[in-house]
């Protein structure tokens, strides 16, 4: 039996209709010094700790 196979009994046993769409955990932001417009407007946030740039990476074939 190969792993689609295997996947597509495992995805037959447990129904994803029944799982919640999401579920997210979202803390409470607390307030801190901000940045200065320019920079938050080159970051999208004035919050540093917000600051999260995406780096991008390839993946192994």
């Avoid at 196979?5 to 803390?27: G, I, S």
């Avoid at 004035?46 to 740039?53: A, E, N, T, V």
């Amino acid at each position: 039996m190969g792993d689609r196979d295997k996947m597509r009994r495992n995805m037959d046993q447990m129904p994803l209709k029944d799982f919640p769409l999401a579920m997210a955990y979202v803390p409470w932001q607390e307030w801190e010094r901000t940045c200065d417009v320019e920079e938050g407007f080159q970051r999208g946030t004035i919050f540093p700790s917000l600051y999260k740039p995406f780096t991008c990476y390839k993946f192994a074939k």
